[in-house]
């Protein structure tokens, strides 16, 4: 996890209530990744960027918005509309934009909206 | 859709036993890599292996790869305790620079 804050560790809010997740980086990588797991499944892609100021829609990005206005951020802000934000959520890293990187990864904050 | 699956879903095995985990993709890639995850954590990653190889050894890790099959394997030897977590397979997705990750498979390793 060295190098990737995600914070909170856990997050609580109320049906209706946009949250912002935090995900900071001091490796100096240029992509950044947002994913989502669910109990006993595997990474689902939200957004990605790979150069500041430019991101990308994943997988499941309904619901979900995100910025890139600095290398080291990559907030993923889960609105209202997404209509079951209960999950675990990553974010990830990689030197480049290669696929050929491995990627890094955050502790994780997991989001529990009731 | 290309996820990979992993197979077994669940292992469980004692320690000092050799533990096999399978992966099966659909469509071509440039590489495959295998990562780990503790229960509640982040990501770690395992070994990656290209498309042009056909097995990789790190420590007590060993990955083959068949593209023909479309599938990898990663072995890992005389297991410990401490091995006990989910491992995914994540391929790269044609024209993409992100990955797809796989449904894991959860190992237990009995002391």
């Known amino acids: 996890d060295g190098g990737i804050t995600q914070s909170p560790k856990y997050l609580f809010r109320k049906e209706g209530q946009n949250v912002t997740l935090s995900c900071e980086q001091n490796?100096?990588?240029?992509?950044m990744y947002w994913y989502r797991q669910d109990p006993g499944q595997g990474l689902r892609l939200i957004y990605y960027?790979?150069?500041?100021?430019?991101?990308q829609k994943g997988d499941i990005a309904e619901g979900y918005s995100v910025s890139r206005e600095k290398k080291e951020s990559f907030p993923l802000t889960v609105t209202s509309a997404q209509k079951n934000p209960t999950a675990f959520y990553l974010c990830?890293?990689?030197?480049?934009?290669?696929?050929?990187?491995?990627?890094?990864f955050g502790p994780g904050t997991r989001l529990t909206v009731t | 859709s290309q996820q990979g699956e992993e197979d077994p879903q669940a292992l469980s095995i004692q320690e000092g036993e050799n533990a096999t985990m399978n992966c099966s993709y659909k469509t071509s890639i440039n590489n495959l890599q295998w990562y780990r995850q503790n229960s509640g954590r982040g990501l770690v990653h395992l070994i990656l292996?290209?498309?042009?190889?056909r097995e990789k050894h790190s420590g007590r890790l060993r990955v083959t790869l068949d593209t023909s099959k479309k599938s990898s394997s990663l072995l890992i030897t005389a297991s410990r305790a401490a091995d006990t977590a989910s491992y995914f397979c994540?391929?790269?997705?044609?024209?993409?620079?992100?990955?797809?990750f796989g449904t894991g498979t959860r190992l237990t390793v009995i002391p």
């Open positions: 292996i290209r498309s042009n190889e």
């Open positions: 960027s790979q150069i500041v100021n430019d991101f």
């Open positions: 990830a890293t990689q030197p480049g934009s290669s696929s050929s990187y491995e990627q890094y």
């Open positions: 994540a391929t790269d997705r044609s024209g993409a620079n992100n990955l797809f």
């Open positions: 490796l100096n990588h240029d992509a």
